[in-house]
Each structure stands twice: as C-alpha cells, then as structure tokens.
C-alpha cells in the first residue's frame, strides 16, 4: 500500500474493530470494499454504522453529511464516527460523534429520558417532513422546528 493517508485510515479501523471487540461488539469487522453505496467502516454491529476517522484536521460536517448517506444506504438506525484524538493510542479514549438528535435517540432507546412516542411528532421539518431520523434537515431549503419546548 503506497499510500499513507489509506494505511493510516486502515491501520485505526483495525485498532478500533479490536477495541470494539474487547468492549462487547464480537462480530465487528471491516467492511468490504467495493460497495457501490458506501455502508461505513465497520460492520457486524447491527442497526449501526461506524465511520472511522485518523486525520489532522477535522472535516465534521463533511462527514456527518457523509456518515447520515452510509446510513441511509445501510438502513440503519444510528451512525456515528470514531475520530482518533491525536497523540492518542488507546482507542477507548478517541472521540465518538454523532448528531444530538441520534444520541437522544440512541440513549432513548437504551431507557433513558421519556417514552419514544412522546416526541415522535417534536421535530417536523419546515418542508412538512416528520424527521426523527431522517437526516432531512441537512439540506439548505428547510430546517427543523420544534413543537414542544426543549
């Protein structure tokens, strides 16, 4: 492999699938190259798509845009990406981000917070779209309002 970009990015996924194996994920894995619509980094994490990030410099819009496609594209629930903290070489201690909006989800789910039907109509997009996880709000035409107070 030539390039270092790549070997770095592969070398980062690789110390992140052994993370999250340690961590309680046994079945994550690379994904495969090739897919005509990409999925993210890791797979075998069921519902989740994990994008892996070892850079200088952050592009966290770009790949937010980026992650909320791999999702779609996978049919997946949530996504979030792995950004390695430079200096860093424990995995467990990088960032993991995602959107506010899917952490609550996430952490909804998991039992905390209110009841997921309670706000299942709290974000509506000004287009008219509901929007729980549908990521619409990333185009320039629209943006969500609120129905409850937060």
Not at 85 to 107: F, I, K, Q
Not at 110 to 117: K, M, Q, V
Request: aromatic residues 10%; glycine residues 8%.
């Amino acid at each position: 492999m030539s390039n270092p970009n790549k070997r770095r990015g592969d070398t980062y996924e690789r110390t992140v699938i052994s993370a999250l194996h340690v961590l309680g994920w046994p079945y994550a894995e690379r994904t495969r190259a090739g897919y005509e619509r990409d999925r993210g980094d890791v797979a075998g994490m069921p519902g989740l798509v994990v994008q892996c990030k070892n850079v200088k410099t952050p592009r966290w819009v770009e790949w937010l845009t980026d992650l909320a496609d791999q999702v779609r594209n996978a049919r997946a629930d949530h996504g979030v990406l792995f950004f390695k903290r430079p200096g860093n070489t424990d995995p467990r201690y990088d960032l993991a981000v995602m959107y506010v909006e899917d952490w609550a989800r996430l952490t909804r789910k998991a039992g905390y917070g209110s009841p997921l039907d309670d706000l299942a109509d709290a974000f509506r997009c000004t287009c008219g779209n509901a929007n729980l996880n549908g990521y619409h709000y990333n185009d320039r035409d629209c943006y969500i309002q609120t129905t409850v107070d937060l």
